[in-house]
């Protein structure tokens, strides 16, 4: 640009040059010019003017010509574009086979994604809702509370290592972040024990359940939804599900106990389904100070640290 902006002004001062020599050689050498009248000298300012207006027009069609060039170098990428856009796709063929059309862009078609799609797994495609910190149903947080309070009493006593493996309360926005993102409530015995203790490093007390790896956080609860949501094909997960406890499976996959936001009941966690988060806990607590059994397996204590194995 500032190449072509040069030459123009080159050109205007060329063109100026010879004009002015041009009107040299046309007077006599040897005598002085005569006195110019009046009328003549207006005449030459009228010459000069035209010449300067001249000079203006061609620089300013030289300008314009290479603005011109400029813009249309620029927009030659989009025309590309938009000559390729206006083809259609062309079907693959393989071999003799029926042709297969493309798969369509399920972010320029507006579809779910796979990870979020409706056919692989229900209620994974979650719309955007309010985060409401809601508060917990009294008489929940009550005979929750109360449980909890069983089960780390009986561990301080006898397994202060497994103890000191529960987490911390967490905060009520912090779960309804967590439900916001994934399109469900959480119930309210749910909602009341992680209030208490929000997940254990490691399985801890709920650790009966076979191959049981990690009382799950929130945070936790949260990714293992959003990742079962794109693994498993229709079918096999619900979106509805709310996992909590991470486990080893017999094929040596990570399986999920659950508990259900359309009912609060526990499944996954023993071999029953238990009636909500409230009848898990009170399950584990009665174990505990009665020396009990789940699944066919008690509590032992090993240096501090709680397992369960299978009773003789």
Request: contains cysteine; aromatic residues 4%.
């Amino acid at each position: 640009m500032l190449k072509l902006v040069r030459q123009a002004l080159t050109a205007a001062v060329l063109i100026a040059l010879a004009v002015r020599l041009r009107r040299r050689a046309r007077l006599p050498r040897a005598e002085p010019p005569p006195s110019v009248p009046a009328p003549a000298r207006r005449a030459r300012g009228a010459g000069t003017v035209l010449s300067w207006l001249v000079i203006a027009v061609v620089v300013a069609l030289t300008l314009g010509f290479a603005l011109m060039g400029t813009s249309v170098q620029r927009g030659a990428p989009a025309l590309v574009r938009a000559v390729a856009e206006q083809q259609e796709p062309l079907p693959v063929h393989t071999g003799n086979a029926t042709p297969v059309e493309p798969p369509a862009d399920p972010v320029a078609t507006g579809e779910p994604t796979p990870a979020a799609s409706a056919a692989q797994a229900p209620n994974c495609a979650p719309r955007r809702r309010p985060i409401d910190p809601r508060r917990v149903a009294p008489d929940v947080k009550r005979a929750v509370d109360g449980q909890w309070r069983r089960i780390e009493r009986w561990l301080r006593r006898n397994a202060p290592r497994t103890y000191r493996t529960l987490g911390g309360p967490v905060r009520a926005r912090t779960i309804a972040v967590a439900e916001s993102q994934m399109g469900v409530d959480f119930p309210d015995a749910l909602r009341a024990s992680l209030l208490r203790h929000n997940g254990a490093r490691g399985a801890g007390v709920l650790g009966f359940r076979s191959g049981a790896r990690q009382q799950l956080t929130v945070r936790g609860i949260r990714d293992a939804w959003r990742e079962m949501c794109a693994r498993r094909p229709a079918g096999t997960w619900d979106g509805l599900l709310i996992p909590f406890l991470s486990y080893t499976a017999s094929d040596g996959t990570t399986a999920y106990a659950t508990v259900s936001s359309a009912d609060g009941t526990v499944s996954g966690a023993t071999s029953r389904r238990l009636r909500s988060s409230y009848t898990l806990l009170r399950t584990v607590a009665d174990a505990l100070e009665r020396g009990g059994t789940i699944d066919g397996r008690r509590p032992v204590v090993t240096r501090g640290h709680l397992r369960w194995k299978p009773a003789r």
